[in-house]
């Protein structure tokens, strides 16, 4: 494994500095939280900092270790191959990806219920449509994933014959198949729902959409952005 980089360390200790904020100053810590987390864009409780600030909360210690681990483990390695200031654009343009494919899906679903995209009356609506158009505007999104899935896109594509080892299967599997079997995981959970599931499936799939575009682009303008084996 790479040593650390610069942006990649940076950004670590940013998420960990927001992290200890928000669990180690009480109501101010939480203050933090809800100002820094991300609502619906017509939501009363959306400013127009949070989809920068998102990706540096986490819900909670499990949310930040993952991620953080996430990008320690294959961030060092992209940001060798682009540079410090491509490797910061393709996390940034990613997480605001995710948080763009997560609103759109939120605004057809309101769509949906209320026939409005922005400012929906929800007189007549059933309990259960109430609910969601309720959840969609008051509830915050917190997370680095759709930038982590920006970057594990990326990683698959430059790197697809590395071999990984993946909790639970006892053989190393080549980068190439693990990515892909992720991606239709996500889309698969993020179209069925499970009751009870409040990870932002679609968040993840955008951050991985607009990481395989931007590898894409970046390598037609030179072999610089090669595939590599």
Known sequence: M??????VKNIIIINVIFFAATYFL???????KAYSAVYYFD???FRIWQPITYMFMHADMTHIFFNMFALFSFGPILESHWGGKRFINFYLITGLGALGLQWAV????????????MHPS????SDAAYATVQGIYMSPMVGA???????????GLLYPNIEMYIMFIPVP?????????????????????FEGDSIAHFAHL??????FILVKLWRRKGNYYDYYD
């Open 145 to 155: 994933s759709g930038a982590i899935f920006g970057l594990l896109v990326a990683f």
């Open 206 to 211: 955008g951050g991985a959409l607009i990481g």
């Open 26 to 32: 009480g109501e101010n810590g939480l203050l933090i």
């Open 106 to 117: 939120q605004a057809l679903e309101v769509h949906q219920l209320t026939g409005a995209f």
């Open 43 to 45: 939501s009363p409780y």
């Open 173 to 193: 599997v080549k980068a190439k198949y693990i990515i892909p079997v992720y991606i239709v995981l996500e889309l698969f959970l993020g179209v069925r729902k």
């Open 2 to 7: 790479n040593n650390i980089t610069p942006i």
């Open 122 to 125: 929800l007189s007549g609506l």
